[in-house]
């Protein structure tokens, strides 16, 4: 007990001292957080939305992938993104690998499966009225995709909420690509790995403590949002 | 509420530009993670990047990953401790220009009731023949570091394979291990570098130190631009002369974690 109180005693003083290299770690976790939740969710709610609308050849193979790739493992995905981004690899002329934008691109092929998984159903669970009303009133696909997106904006909202929560919490693919760069690549799943494995279990809880204070307040004005436009 | 919405998201674009700089150079070193953790690259790297007007990225994993990711060209410098692996390296045409830079020393620890005694023998390839004849608990890193391939050679020497259930291979890093070791009462070997911080944290006692086999030297390579022509060759070279000369070299005689030296710096000149 004694050992939480003060993790969480240190979490505060950590807040209120104004460390810049704390302020930075949280700052490099919601920067790649939110680009990568933007990019899956512009790609993955599109995608979501015509494979629940549209039925085509391979559909099921194509679901069925998205399905698997849910349950990949992090550090799976990690490796795999590094074979691509390393100089060995295909893309490494770009030099993304060990930047903040090479982590963007691990945690995109995380999170854009979840957001399409999750479209698919919340779109599927729709009254199937609504699309019968759209082809009679003659709504073009893309004013169908937009009506129904509407529709959906509950779920699909959380799916994005679930990708978001999915890539800020996430520790493999953060440490393969990032490479736990103090200053540049450090997020807080990676600086709590690292002050774990140094033995500073209370400087490690106390940013797992910033680390949920941050998700709560992002989580928090996401659900004002709705609650304002619902 | 919906101007609350787009005001956030104008917000967050506009702070999600302004951490875009990557303007300034940045030399990519990969190291071993006892470095990084004793805080000695703190001091050590802020005056060669004001020299040379760049930053250094440190990447610090286990000296196996360290040259894994110099052998895939991923970073410019690597600075670790295995000599065996470092002369491989080098060989299979990686890395050009290797420097000694300085050395510190492993130490075997283990419970203070010491049940295998070994705290009387002088030497680390006895203390482990003791371990392994009482069956005591000992904890190996099991990660290809260079701390685990120096465990590795002392146990060759012994002539004995270390067997499952009393021989524990974590897979894991230092801190990590010594932290296993110390919860089931169990021996390991660690660098006296990570071992100071963990001193008053631990119950854990060197029982072994002071044996030439234990001797821990580290050194600075830069990646060969023929393998990779991607990599920075010409700062890597600058960091190599930085480290070996008197100005490096002074840094890492002056840095002392509770007191005590850690690193002693030993570039030939």
Redesign the interface.
Known sequence: MQFLIESFYKAILLVFHLDPEVYQIVWTSIYISFWSTILSASIGIPLGALLALKTFRGKSAVVLLLNTSMALPTVVIGLFCYALLSRMGPLGDFGFLFTPTGMIFGLFILAAPIATNLTVAAIQSLDKRLMLTCKLLGATPVQEFFLIVKEARFAVMAAVVIAFGRVISEVGIAMMLGGNIRGLTRTMTTAIALETSKGEFELGLALGFILMSVAFAINGVIFAIQRGRG | ??N??RL?CIF?LL??FT?IG?SETRL?MSTT?STE?SGLLKVLLPPFEKANNV?V????VGTGKALKLGE???VDVVLVHSRPAEDKFIADGYGVDRCDVMYNDYIILGPKNDPAKIKETKSAVDALKKIAETKSLFVSRGDDSGTDKKEKAIWKATGIVPQIPWYIEAG?????V??MANEKNAYTIADRGTFI??EN??GLIILVEGDKTLFNPYGVIAVNPKK?P?VQYELAKKFVEFVTGPEGQKIIADYKLDGKQLFFPDAKK
């Open positions: 509420m919906k609350f919405f956030i967050l702070l999600s951490s990557f990519k993670t953790d930053r990225d440190v990447i610090s895939n060209g991923d894991q890093g230092m801190g990590t010594l932290q911080p963990f944290k631990i990779h991607g």
